[in-house]
């Protein structure tokens, strides 16, 4: 089993940058394609960004592409998002998740294992 800690969250101003961490425990996080994933008030969940469980692989939505960058450290366990010339609408709740049975990456929330509790981003006008 795969817990995940969401971290770095805050207020910014547009135009701003923040990078979000997600720490995994348990030894399946090396074996995981990873994800982040975004919910703003009254909205679905979206996806934003994946890399494969090696890290060779991106794909980003067409709103974090040029701007956010994911990544992932195996031997830290950690996974990251740089986010940069964060926008108003860029405003939500983020989530990391963790697949164990797509290790290439998903744009598909019912195909992600395991899910952190999410990191508030504000980002003010």
């Known amino acids: 089993q795969v817990q995940l800690v969401e971290s770095g969250g805050g207020l910014v101003q547009a135009g701003g940058s923040l990078r979000l961490s997600c720490a995994a425990s348990?030894?399946?996080?090396?074996?995981?394609?990873m994800g982040w994933f975004r919910q703003a008030p009254g909205k679905e969940r979206e996806f934003v960004t994946t890399?494969?469980?090696?890290?060779?692989?991106?794909y980003y939505a067409d709103s974090a592409k040029g701007r956010f960058t994911i990544s992932r450290d195996n031997a830290k366990n950690t996974l990251y998002l740089q986010m940069n010339s964060l926008k108003p609408e860029d405003t939500a709740v983020y989530y990391c998740?963790?697949?164990?049975?797509?290790?290439?990456?998903?744009?598909?929330?019912?195909?992600?294992?395991?899910w952190g509790q999410g990191t508030q981003v504000t980002v003010s006008s």
């Open positions: 890399i494969s469980w090696f890290g060779d692989s991106t």
């Open positions: 998740a963790a697949s164990k049975r797509y290790g290439s990456g998903s744009v598909w929330p019912h195909e992600y294992d395991y």
């Open positions: 348990g030894r399946t996080f090396t074996n995981s394609a």
